[in-house]
């Protein structure tokens, strides 16, 4: 649905139910350069099991108008504005890689909104190859395709992809260069890069929190990601077997089961 | 730093499979099953709500379809394919998810006789409309498109007389128009031209032809290229608006640049179901193996066999893009430039009669209606693929009587030369061979 958010067109996917802002509320942050589009494998699921969701387009990104957000820190603020913007007072959140970043930022700057927070894929700091940020600044395509590469783990190379007949690099790849690629991957690479609060953050949150995180992973490494649910009080930790970066896509069925019994226990339907 | 992502021949290998969720099987099994078991009320209803990916009824799809969907998707290039019972049934299944009754198609005039029979007469059937261009008039495609055109479809290298469209051209000419660009690259196969990076949106294929290679099997695909913005006008409602049949799902919103696919299997596949068994996928596998090495040869054996038939003295003139003074030559050289694929087309002087003649009398070549097979091939189009057209329509798709269609295969070209001599030979003398 598009709605405003700072009087700026502002387009969520609602996973194919119409939005009621008296359900309990997901919202859904996408990666950088990314789009509401990689998340469709939990979102519907949600929708139709009595949530509203919203996995959002960034300003800029995918269906948003608007100029893509500098920072992670007015990412995350801005998050915290869509919920005001829908016409409701909480939510949930769920992050993937860059969207690990806001949506812990989205805590720290509004916590009376939120009520759990899970992080798909992510690290406290996400310090980007600067070979790969040049490429990106510059629209150069090799940055997606590099990005691709490094996304996906092993199996995810070969395909294999849940939906039957999709293919995970060229559709990761196409949702990228949807837009110019130095307005939303450059930007959102660069936001990355210069965020330094991660760890402090991190440290102050206190809200259910659950980490995904794939075994495989080369955008953020396993070890990387440890370090942030170690961070984070009493944060839950699933890892997933022979997946990359991507378990949103690459192991779908898998994330869904281990966000399904999160979402069930810190934060249940209304009896 | 380079991306280490696979290249083409590994990909014609093991793209979409992976043998540890398979029993560690190395070669990709044959799923021989109609249906597939639920974990529970909550995972049937999941699946058939679209709201997670799974196999449901091998007529929507199939664990070894999906692998073959997989692997020429990624060796197109493509975001997700659609494979179907036939390369007739993938046009099908494309057209009857573009278009709604009252639309209009704008085609490319050569092309393979059973398309141009979909288009001109079943197509109107269902309300559906089109207006042929000739190949090479690449104005007049933009012409023909109307306020309800919903695509511009073509063959890149026509069958049967290997025009060629100028398909960078005709792509912008779509773009501006607002409408995607589908090509039909069986002749080419991704090993020769991968249509997406010449502004296709689109990519269907017969994949019994050289895509297999073994000629066991019938098989198309429907690829998509992800480069289509549906939603850029409001020519497409069946993918931008609420869909009825998945409670109010818009396609395009949810599923972007995969959308036209996933409507073609949800909406197509469910309610026509032009399935492709799993053998004739594991079939097709087998042969995509070794693609690349077979279009070499293919290729190299048909510039020679250009120059064999440019030379002969029963042979009135030859058409293939490589050919000297081919009106495409230069255009091909641009946009297939591993090669111009296989198929040749020769006039035989002596005209029908000695054409028959011929095609009687060759031996190691088969007389069938195929191409692409490892195996040389020929026919006489116009008493048999395009058979079904009037003289108008043959003319207009450019076909002659005297014209011959060739099949390169894979045999000894020495073997192949000797056989045709026994043919001309023939033809000089057709009615002797015909009083036989």
Known sequence: MKFKVRGIDTFASTGGRPFDKNKPLIIFVHGSGLSHMVWVLQTRYFAFRGYSVLAVDLPGHGLSSGESLKTIEEMGNWVGDVIGAVGCKEASLVGHSQGCLVTMECVAQHPEKIKTLTLMGGASAIPMNPELLKLAEESNPKAVDLMMDFAHGPAGHFGGHPVPGLYHLNVGSMIVQNKEIKDTLGVDFRACDNYKNGPEIAKKLDL?????LGAQDRMC????????????KNSEVKIIDDCGHMMLLEEADQTLEILKKFIAEHYPLPS | ????????????????????????????????TTSYMFDDVDHAAALFNLERGGHIYSRMSNPTVQVLEE??????????ALATASGMSAIFLTIMTLCNAGDHMVVSSQLYGGTVNLFRLTLPKFGIKTTFVKP?????????IQPNTKGI??????????????????????????????????????????????GADLVVHSLTKWMSGNGSSMAGILVEGGTFDWMQNDKFPSMTEPYEGYHGLSFAEEFGPTAFTMMARAEGMRDMGPCLAPQNAWNILHGLETLSLRMEKHCSNALKMVEYLSNHESVAWVSHASAPGHPDKELAEKILPKGTGSMIAFGIKGGKEAGAAFINNVKLASHLANVGDARTLVIHPASATHSQMDEATLKFAGLSHDMIRLSV??????DIVNDFEDGFRA???PRLVANK
Not at chain 2, 2 to 30: C, E, M, W
Not at chain 2, 136 to 144: L, M
Not at chain 2, 409 to 414: A, N, S, T, V
């Open chain 1, 208 to 212: 259910p929190t659950l980490s995904i």
């Open chain 1, 221 to 232: 490494r396993l070890k990387d990601g440890k370090i942030l649910a170690d961070y984070i």
């Open chain 2, 1 to 32: 730093m380079d991306p280490k992502t696979y290249k083409f021949d590994t990909l014609s290998l093991h793209a979409g499979y992976q043998p540890s969720k398979n029993a560690g099987s190395r070669q990709v099994p044959i799923y021989q």
């Open chain 2, 71 to 80: 692997r020429v998707c990624a060796l197109e290039g493509g975001t997700a």
């Open chain 2, 136 to 144: 090479r008039d690449t104005e007049g495609f933009k012409k023909a």
């Open chain 2, 153 to 198: 479809f073509g063959e890149l290298v026509g069958n049967p007389g290997n025009e060629l469209m100028n398909m960078p051209e005709v792509s912008k000419i779509a773009k501006e128009a607002g409408i995607p660009l589908i090509i039909d690259s069986t002749y080419q196969t991704p090993y020769l031209c991968r249509p997406f990076e010449h």
């Open chain 2, 409 to 414: 295969g894979l045999e000894d070209f020495e």
């Open chain 2, 427 to 429: 033809a000089k003398k």
